[in-house]
């Protein structure tokens, strides 16, 4: 591969992406564009650079940036994001969002929706949210992905990666080789293609985004940049849950982590421009009370990032039950 090879399709991986391709990386490219210039009767790798500096838009310049994204995922992938799901957001979410009754989520690297699914068959295992509206919405720059993850169809390797035997057996069908998952967990799922380069627009409001294993990809302003659009797209008193080596710390101010919750951070409202819980006084262990009652005699409780920071499965917060109201992965 030419020097300039290399230089030419990185920048382009980049500028449509944010993906950053480091020399290291080399190995990778041409492994994975090999099989794109076969497909486009080319002899090379470097047939492709020429083919780009005549033009960096088409399908051909899609198929780079498609086999250059990562697709590695699997159901309940790392267990621990799952489990802060059900004992920790969930139970907050339940109470705060009592009158209402209302969930959203938003899964920001959905990939083959094996994420997407894992949190709508929880959602569905736990009784105490039937009767609520969930919306869990899955985006992801892969098409091919995102195919794949609308159809619900997975192989014995992928279905034997993470999934409970129990949930396997309740909410898929195997058709020969293939398993696929239920309607009543696809319809829970919608999915659209999406790059997070691109401005957020037409998604309102969450209150739990997952952004896993995305950022490690991009640069430090990349990160920062998508950060804090996310923070706009969530609810003051939202969580948001990153990968086990991704963090907001040294990029932004606009979340906070959720002190011995590895991955998952709360909003910092301020921070984020958003309208900050009303707070009428604090007490000595810095839980906020109740917010007054609004017109129609609902009321909704404030929980800016300390007190949800204190949040967790012993149940330190006063007036919300912190058992679990969902399923716990059986891993």
Same mark, same amino acid.
């Given at each position: 591969?030419?020097?300039?090879?290399?230089?030419?399709?990185?920048?382009?991986?980049?500028?449509?992406?944010?993906?950053?391709?480091?020399?290291?990386?080399?190995?990778?490219?041409?492994?994975?564009?090999?099989?794109?210039?076969?497909?486009?009767?080319?002899?090379?790798?470097?047939?492709?650079?020429?083919?780009?500096?005549?033009?960096?838009?088409?399908?051909?310049?899609?198929?780079?940036?498609?086999?250059?994204?990562?697709?590695?995922?699997?159901?309940?992938?790392?267990?621990?994001?799952?489990?802060?799901?059900?004992?920790?957001?969930?139970?907050?979410?339940?109470?705060?969002?009592?009158?209402?009754?209302?969930?959203?989520?938003?899964?920001?690297?959905?990939?083959?929706?094996?994420?997407?699914?894992?949190?709508?068959?929880?959602?569905?295992?736990?009784?105490?949210?039937?009767?609520? &509206? *969930?919306?869990?919405? +899955? !985006? %992801?720059?892969?098409?091919?992905?995102?195919?794949? @993850?609308?159809? =619900?169809?997975?192989?014995?390797?992928?279905?034997?990666?993470?999934?409970?035997?129990?949930?396997?057996?309740?909410?898929?069908?195997?058709?020969?080789?293939?398993?696929?998952?239920?309607?009543?967990?696809?319809?829970?799922?919608?999915?659209?293609?999406?790059?997070?380069?691109?401005?957020?627009?037409?998604?309102?409001?969450?209150?739990?985004?997952?952004?896993?294993?995305?950022?490690?990809?991009?640069?430090?302003?990349?990160?920062?940049?998508?950060?804090?659009?996310?923070?706009?797209?969530?609810?003051?008193?939202?969580?948001?849950?990153?990968?086990?080596?991704?963090?907001?710390?040294?990029?932004?101010?606009?979340?906070?982590?959720?002190?011995?919750?590895?991955?998952?951070?709360?909003?910092?409202?301020?921070?984020?421009?958003?309208?900050?819980? &009303? *707070?009428?006084?604090? +007490? !000595? %262990?810095?839980?906020?009370?109740?917010?007054?009652? @609004?017109?129609? =005699?609902?009321?909704?409780?404030?929980?800016?990032?300390?007190?949800?920071?204190?949040?967790?499965?012993?149940?330190?917060?006063?007036?919300?039950?912190?058992?679990?109201?969902?399923?716990?992965?059986?891993?």
């Amino acid at each position: 591969m030419k020097p300039e090879t290399f230089e030419r399709i990185s920048t382009l991986v980049k500028s449509c992406s944010g993906i950053v391709l480091t020399k290291e990386k080399e190995y990778l490219l041409e492994s994975r564009l090999e099989p794109v210039a076969r497909r486009h009767g080319m002899n090379n790798i470097d047939d492709i650079a020429a083919a780009l500096s005549r033009s960096a838009i088409g399908r051909l310049a899609d198929d780079v940036v498609e086999a250059m994204t990562t697709n590695e995922t699997f159901f309940f992938r790392d267990r621990t994001p799952f489990t802060h799901f059900s004992e920790v957001m969930l139970p907050y979410i339940k109470q705060a969002r009592s009158n209402e009754r209302k969930l959203r989520i938003w899964c920001a690297a959905a990939s083959m929706g094996q994420e997407p699914y894992s949190l709508a068959m929880l959602l569905q295992e736990d009784a105490s949210m039937r009767g609520w &509206r *969930r919306e869990i919405l +899955g !985006t %992801d720059i892969s098409v091919e992905a995102l195919e794949k @993850a609308k159809s =619900g169809m997975y192989s014995q390797f992928e279905v034997q990666r993470g999934l409970p035997v129990n949930l396997l057996v309740k909410y898929f069908k195997q058709h020969g080789d293939v398993w696929q998952i239920s309607p009543e967990i696809r319809s829970a799922v919608q999915y659209r293609q999406y790059n997070l380069l691109k401005p957020f627009t037409g998604f309102g409001k969450f209150d739990v985004v997952f952004c896993r294993n995305v950022l490690i990809y991009f640069d430090q302003q990349t990160k920062k940049d998508i950060l804090e659009r996310i923070a706009k797209q969530m609810n003051a008193d939202s969580y948001l849950v990153l990968g086990a080596a991704e963090t907001v710390i040294g990029l932004t101010d606009t979340f906070s982590p959720v002190p011995g919750k590895r991955g998952l951070f709360a909003v910092n409202a301020q921070a984020s421009g958003q309208e900050p819980q &009303r *707070r009428a006084m604090t +007490g !000595t %262990d810095g839980l906020q009370p109740r917010a007054p009652l @609004a017109a129609g =005699g609902s009321s909704r409780p404030a929980a800016p990032a300390a007190t949800r920071a204190a949040l967790s499965p012993a149940g330190a917060r006063p007036g919300l039950n912190a058992r679990p109201g969902g399923l716990r992965p059986k891993l």
